[in-house]
Each structure stands twice: as C-alpha cells, then as structure tokens.
C-alpha cells in the first residue's frame, strides 16, 4: 500500500502497536500474578481496540493521502501550463493553508508572466513598427545616394563623401535588420525549420561570403573538419549565427591575422570553433560582449553597432546550443559553439 511506503506513517504505526503490546502484557502479567491466570476478556478488548485505533489512523492517513494526491494532480497540470489548475482549500488547517499560499503563488505566476508576454509583445511591435518605417527612408536614400556618387566621378571629394554616406547608410539597414530579428527571437514568433544540415557545406558557403573581404584586407579564412558531420538546424538561421562571429573576428584582425573555423562531432555533441590571430579581447570585456549595444573602452572598432555577437548567441541558444568565448589580448580569440546531440534510448 502507498500509506505504508511513507516512512513517517510507518513509524507512527508501529508506535501504536509496541505501546498497545506493552500494556496488553502488563495487564495480563498483573492479572496473572493477581488472579493465577490470563484474561482472554482483556486479550478481545485489546485486540478490538488496537483495530478501532489503527483503523481510524488509516482511514485519517488515507484520506489526507487523496487530498495531497489531488493537489500534486493541480500542480502538475499547472506546470503542464494549464493556468487555471487550483488547489482545492476550502477547508481549514495547516495543510489548507498551504495550499491557499501554492495557489496564491501560481496567481502571481500568472500575473508576472502575462506582463511579460505582454511587455515583449508591446516591444516587438514598437521595434517592427519603427524598423518598417525607417526602410522606406533608407532605400529612398540609398537611391538618391546611388545617383549622388554617378554624378559625383568628376569630383573626388563629393564622392568620398557619397562612398561615407552610403557606408553609414549600411550600418543603419544592418541595424534595422538585426533588431527585427532579436525582436523576433525574444517575442518567439520564429519557427525554426530544423533537418539535418551538412556542417561542411555551411562552412564553405560561409567561406564563400567572407572571400572577397579576406582578399580585399589581405587576411586568410582557413577550414577544417570532416565532411561527414551532420547538425539538426535551421540553416538559414545557424549561417547568420556564425556569420556574425565570423564578421566579429574579421572586424578584430589585422592584414596577414587568420580566422579558423574548425568542427568536430562525437556521439553525444557537434562542436564548431572559430578562432583567430587578432588583437583578442580584453578580460574585462569577456563577460559583456553578448550583451547589446555594448562597446568596449578597449575596441578600436568604431563601425560596430554592438548586435552582431547578441543575436548570434540568441540563434545558437534557440537551438539549445551554447556558445563560449576565451582570448588572451593581443593572442587573439575563440568562439566555441557545443550543440549536444540527443540520446535514442
């Protein structure tokens, strides 16, 4: 029986029944001694009432039993994510009491977590709402921007100023562009279309995209992995992630620094890394570099807008990967991704 399998119970049981002994065996003893023979009426009135007793405590324990069982049911579906699941505590008592606290508890649960949804919600909608105002402005201005620099090849500074503009017209997209995204991920209105993706094949599209400015800035983007491993992701999704620490570390190298991208799989996790020969980051910065818009003292990196690291950290946790960071300045950096692979029982 489930009674019996709670030691208190148990205890209590067996209390009841050595105190009930005792003082059977005393009775019987001073009856012997005093009357030269046991009583069989005390060994039924005993016996009736060592029943009575431990019957009343069973059915007390039992029925306290289905009020906890009943109460462990409500909690579990509130944690399911039925909302409404109450205790009932309509009685009184200590027990009732606390069943009162669990279920004002979950009330205040509810409450913290509709403000939440309700204040991601007003986010993602002010974010959207001002991002797909800006978009129209941008490409107005990266037209007119367009036919500046065409009329501008006759003079030289008004070009360089057109090439400046378009450039922080640049940062401006990017940054419009990755605020709708972390958006996104923050209100979890993105459904990730995950299959199993060549890790090989991602790299090499993502050697593909950096080619033209590692030759431009003289830097070497350099592969290595076996070309059989396989990541369950959202493809899209996980070049962007890695893109950006990639763009990260080109941001942060010199002519001549390499970026590494290594890759590796074993039977429980896909491990990606990326590496590289730059200027690496100040220990005071490593527990920040994640967090938005932040700018370290130490960067001489002024295009940045500080949402590239964020977002990417954003992707790789959505699909319950993590992502790690160690550097020594002046030794460089690297960005190791796990993404742990689930076990088939």
Known sequence: MK????????????AILVIFSAVFLTIEVLCKLSYGKFSLLFLF???????????????????????LESAVRQIEAFLDGDTDARID????????????????????????????????????????????????????LNIYNGLLMDEAEAHSDIQSFAALSEKELDRIESLVQNLLKITKLDA?????EKSEESVSEMMKDIELHF??????????????GPEDAILLCDRDWM???????????????QEGDTVKIAWKQSASLVQIVIKDSGCGIHPEDLYHIFKRFYRSRFSKDTQGIGLGLPLAKSIIESHNG????????????????NFL???KL
Do not use: W
Request: include cysteine; aromatic fraction near 8%; charged fraction near 20%.
């Open 211 to 224: 080619a033209y400015r590692a030759k431009q800035e003289g830097k070497k983007l350099l592969l290595s």
């Open 3 to 14: 009674l019996l399998l709670n030691k208190d119970i148990k205890r209590l049981l067996i």
């Open 239 to 253: 070049l962007e992630a890695v893109s950006n620490i990639v763009k990260n570390a080109f941001d942060h190298t």
């Open 188 to 192: 979890g209105s993105i459904v990730f």
């Open 89 to 140: 505590c309509n009685e009184t008592g200590e027990l009732f009491r606390l069943f009162h606290s669990v279920n004002t508890l979950a009330s205040i649960l509810n409450a913290h977590a509709e403000n939440e949804l309700r204040e991601k919600r007003f986010l993602k909608n002010t974010i959207s709402d001002i991002s797909h105002q800006l978009k129209t402005p941008l490409a107005a």
């Open 322 to 337: 993590m992502i790690e960071v160690d550097s020594t300045p002046h030794q460089g950096a690297a960005f190791t991704i």
């Open 341 to 343: 692979i689930p076990t």
């Open 45 to 67: 009135a005993f016996a009736f009432l060592l029943l009575a007793v431990l019957t009343v405590c069973f059915l007390y324990f039992q029925k306290q039993a289905r009020v």
